[in-house]
């Protein structure tokens, strides 16, 4: 059987059609495609309400006013509804075919049919959907046998055919709700609230498998440790640069010195001691500017070595200082 609100869409459209062809020229007119297909049905449903088989009858002359609505077929629908006990829907094809009679004039027919109407309205089985606030939660959606109950409808009694119902809630992230309404013949009101609906659960993750004891840990200090050690390997770099500088600069000293006996008081006159005074101050100058890089890289390097993230291990610095050389060495394991 079809549901109440998918047959209430049907029927006002095949009005509207009908009201459409009843005010357009008649020359204008031309046969519907559809017409040997609708007189057929049309003719069987009838066959078929004759021999009181109400159910199969009924889904044919429905689907002959859909083909092509026409009055007749219309009210035939009407009563075979109403022999079949489908009581709302009924109403819903004799209120439109009433319409139908007074488009075209037909006053008499309409009213007629507007008090069977009436009558058949007052047997209704009335059902309302009740969505509290608490409900309305985003991108919920209410069916009913399928099809949409929309917020306009919210609240409202709407006319059900007598037997089972089905009304669902659905929205993303929860969990589907359903429930049967029993609609019995006969005048009746019944309400049906639509709970909160319930949360999914969020997808579990999966759990990290145990750690293989046989299996080294990676070290993720590695990379400082690395740069650690390359900074440190520039600053012993450094230092060692400020050493040869600062022997050069002793020795061209010593030349300058040797060559002039006034060197050290500034008043020496000879050129050559000149320059290579110069030569050995320049030199000296480096090996300042040497020893402070060297160093500082040093001890940055040795830092990122020393706080890099790892395992318990141990790392030394040992002094060396010889007779000609002073350095760092740095050991352990890393």
């Not at 219309?74 to 139908?100: D, P, Y």
């Not at 008090?115 to 409900?135: I, N, Y």
């Not at 990676?218 to 520039?234: E, I, L």
């Amino acid at each position: 059987m079809r549901a109440h609100l998918r047959l209430l869409v049907a029927l006002s459209c095949s009005t509207a059609l009908v009201v459409l062809a009843h005010t357009t020229p008649v020359a204008a007119q031309t046969a519907s495609p559809n017409s040997v297909t609708a007189e057929t049905l049309f003719n069987e449903g009838r066959q078929l309400m004759q021999k009181r088989d109400y159910a199969a009858a009924c889904p044919k002359l429905a689907e002959s006013q859909r083909l092509e609505p026409a009055p007749g077929t219309l009210i035939n629908l009407a009563e075979c509804l109403e022999r079949n006990g489908q009581t709302a829907s009924a109403w819903v094809a004799f209120r439109s075919a009433a319409q139908l009679r007074r488009a075209r004039g037909d006053t008499s027919a309409a009213q007629s049919l507007e008090v069977h109407a009436t009558e058949l309205e007052s047997q209704l089985f009335r059902h309302t959907t009740v969505v509290p606030d608490a409900s309305k939660i985003e991108g919920l959606v209410i069916r009913r046998d399928g099809m949409p109950v929309t917020p306009a409808e919210w609240g409202v009694s709407i006319p059900l055919d007598p037997g089972a119902h089905t009304l669902a809630a659905s929205a993303p992230g929860h969990k589907e709700w359903t429930t049967t309404i029993v609609a019995r013949a006969g005048r009746g009101v019944v309400q049906t609230t639509v709970p909160v609906l319930e949360v999914l659960p969020s997808a579990t993750k999966p759990a990290a498998p145990p750690a293989d004891p046989g299996t080294a840990r990676p070290d993720h200090g590695s990379t400082m440790r690395t740069v650690g050690f390359v900074v440190a390997g520039v600053g012993l770099a450094g230092l060692a640069t400020g050493v040869v500088f600062g022997l050069n600069a002793k020795s061209r000293w010593n030349e300058a010195r040797d060559r002039c006996s006034n060197f050290e008081n500034d008043e020496c006159t000879d050129p050559e001691a000149v320059s290579i005074g110069k030569t050995a101050s320049t030199s000296a100058t480096a090996s300042t500017l040497a020893f402070i890089g060297g160093g500082t890289a040093l001890a940055v390097g040795t830092i990122l070595v020393l706080v890099a993230p790892r395992a318990a291990r141990a790392a030394r610095i040992t002094p060396s200082i010889g007779p000609h050389q002073a350095s760092l060495l740095i050991g352990g394991t890393f």
